[in-house]
Nanobody
Framework: VQLQASGGGLVQAGGSLRLSCAASGMLFRISTMEWYRQAPGEQRELVSSITGGGDTNYADSVKGRFTISRDNVRARVFLQLNNLQPDDTAVYYC?????????WGQGTQVTVSS
């Protein structure tokens, strides 16, 4: 299984980014996909998840601003980040558990300036 994340960057507060994670080597359409983030000096935290059936969950801190979605044909999961704030600055990782093993993408840096 490989997860390849992309789409991070530097934006001003109030701006938007769209993260993408391409998956391979797994039966993507049945797998729950998750986005985590880790800010400097902080623990990694769950931002959002989406099941194979499309059910979604969000951390309270991002509800109403971030949207997770998936494309089962192209085996990709997306995270739309709107109204970004400096506290959203972190490395964002995609994650899945497949056949009882954990897999992380390499991370993509999101930096929000005030």
């Amino acid at each position: 299984v490989q997860l390849q994340a992309s789409g991070g960057g530097l934006v001003q507060a109030g701006g938007s980014l769209r993260l993408s994670c391409a998956a391979s080597g797994m039966l993507f359409r049945i797998s729950t996909m998750e986005w985590y983030r880790q800010a400097p000096g902080e623990q990694r935290e769950l931002v959002s998840s989406i099941t194979g059936g499309g059910d979604t969950n969000y951390a309270d801190s991002v509800k109403g601003r971030f949207t997770i979605s998936r494309d089962n044909v192209r085996a990709r999961v997306f995270l739309q980040l709107n109204n970004l704030q400096p506290d959203d600055t972190a490395v964002y990782y995609c994650y899945t558990e497949y056949k009882l093993r954990q897999y992380w993408g390499q991370g993509t840096q999101v930096t929000v300036s005030s």
